[in-house]
């Protein structure tokens, strides 16, 4: 049973960026996506992109495109979320979560990371 | 201000049948992509409920149940118990954003 452990928490100033890791433990990546989706204290989950790391593809949600990169490196097992220009409002919990490979991902998202918790102060 | 609308909060008593709404636009639920739905507890990451609209994966109770019409969805709890007390989420695909939404979250209470 694949599971999803994700680094620690992290402190970040406004204006610089925070890597957040996802390492796939007892299993891999396989054919799934791999997404990352962001919530903010009191909100509800925003998803921020994906990549599939067998078929190197990844796409961003409109929002973030510019200021988000999403890796993988399949022999690790590890995917990464880079997010730059920090502000406040980038204040959430970050998590991965995997996915099926098409586009509408029409069976969900069935596993998930414990979670990251990235604070921006100003 | 998310893409996907649900009500704030919902309650119902022990027993209970209660059903968590889900409104979409024609870029997404009415554009005939699933939707799928997620409990999620205080501090713990959302988990998968139903997916493909109305499809349960295994170890979720035939207590829930999702259904879709039009530019809607549906989340189903039957013999509510207090344990379902937690926060609910819609999910879905929009093809104007050409990427996945959720709703802004339901919280259930169990009275």
């Known amino acids: 049973q694949v599971q999803l452990v994700q680094s620690g928490a992290e402190v970040k100033k406004a204006g610089s960026s925070v890597k957040v890791s996802c390492k796939a433990s007892?299993?891999?990546?396989?054919?799934?996506?791999l997404n990352w989706v962001r919530q903010a204290p009191g909100q509800g989950p925003e998803w921020m992109g994906r990549t599939i790391p067998m078929f190197g593809i990844t796409m961003y949600a409109q929002k973030f495109q510019g200021r988000v990169t999403i890796t993988a490196d399949k022999s690790t097992g590890t995917a990464y979320m880079d997010l730059s220009s920090l502000r406040s409002e980038d204040t959430a919990v970050y998590y991965c979560?995997?996915?099926?490979?098409?586009?509408?991902?029409?069976?969900?998202?069935?596993?998930w990371g414990q979670g990251t918790t990235v604070t921006v102060s100003s | 201000q998310s893409v996907l609308t649900q009500p704030p909060s919902v309650s119902g008593a022990p027993g209970q049948r209660v059903t968590i709404s889900c409104t979409g636009s024609?870029?997404?639920?009415?554009?005939?992509?699933?939707v799928q739905w997620y409990q999620q507890f205080p501090g713990t990451a959302p988990k998968l409920l139903i997916y493909a609209t109305n499809n349960r994966p295994s170890g979720v109770p035939d207590r829930f149940s999702g259904s879709k019409s039009g530019t809607s969805a549906s989340l189903a709890i039957t013999g509510l118990q207090a344990e379902d007390e937690a926060d609910y989420y819609c999910q879905s695909y929009d093809s104007s954003l050409s990427g996945v939404v959720f709703g802004g979250g339901t919280k259930l209470t169990v009275l």
């Open positions: 007892g299993g891999t990546f396989s054919s799934y996506s």
């Open positions: 024609s870029s997404n639920i009415g554009a005939g992509y699933d």
């Open positions: 979560a995997r996915g099926p490979p098409d586009t509408a991902m029409v069976t969900g998202m069935d596993v």
